[in-house]
């Protein structure tokens, strides 16, 4: 079956750079989440989208801004990269069928 | 506002013996409630979910959870503990629907011992 794509799968950057992180979710999944996970820390709510409209915001700084796109993947933009945004960065989209988030394998960002 | 709270961080069994991951919630709603399992350098999986069904909840690999809103926990149990099952294992919460955002707990790390 299909998952969840995240890319790229590992990601360096310098400090003060910008990336840009992509998630493709499973077809006909019309809602994705952004979650950040810090080293040894449990995964913390960013930012989720349905239908192209932002849905929910939690705790992500204002260096950061997504979007969902028309065929619904979607793409985390941070900017002014700080050691502090080091971590492994998971996208999830929903099966509104049996209510269930499935996450992609994550996209693990270093900052130098 | 939800929350949880796992109450162990590190558990530690023999292989071939059960397992009891700890799990207490807050919510001021009615909640889904999952166990997602992380393997080391990998994605989140998910175990099993409660969603107001069966209080009994069976997942994958022959683990399994207990609803009690009278405790406000979700345990998560295995009748008996595989080389394979060792990983770190989360608790997360979502009020009402399971269309919000999920709250994690800290993560439970399971060490399996031959």
């Known amino acids: 079956a299909a998952g969840v794509i995240q890319s790229p799968r590992h990601l360096i950057k310098e400090k003060r750079e910008t990336a840009t992180l992509k998630c493709y979710p499973i077809p006909r999944h019309d809602t994705v989440y952004w979650y950040q996970q810090g080293p040894g820390q449990d995964p913390q709510f960013l930012i989720s989208?349905?239908?192209?409209?932002?849905?929910d915001k939690g705790s992500i700084p204002d260096r950061f801004s997504a979007q969902q796109f028309s065929d619904y993947h979607s793409e985390l933009n941070m900017s002014s990269l700080e050691l502090g945004d080091s971590a492994l960065y998971f996208c999830?989209?929903?099966?509104?069928?049996?209510?269930?988030?499935?996450f992609g394998p994550g996209t693990r960002l270093l900052v130098l | 506002a939800q929350s949880v709270t796992q109450l162990d961080s590190h558990v530690s069994v023999s292989e071939g013996t059960p397992v009891l991951l700890r799990c207490n919630y807050s919510s001021s709603y009615s909640p889904s409630l999952f166990w997602y399992v992380q393997h080391p350098n990998k994605g989140l999986q998910l175990l099993l979910k409660y969603t107001s069904a069966a209080t009994l909840v069976k997942g994958i690999n022959g683990f399994e959870a207990e609803f009690k809103k009278s405790e406000t926990s979700f345990h998560l149990t295995k009748p008996s503990a595989h080389m394979s099952d060792a990983a770190e294992y989360f608790c997360v919460v979502t009020e009402g629907t399971s269309y919000g955002k999920l709250t994690f707990g800290q993560g439970t790390i399971l060490t399996v011992h031959p």
């Open positions: 989208f349905y239908e192209k409209m932002q849905s």
């Open positions: 999830a989209s929903l099966d509104r069928g049996d209510e269930t988030q499935y």
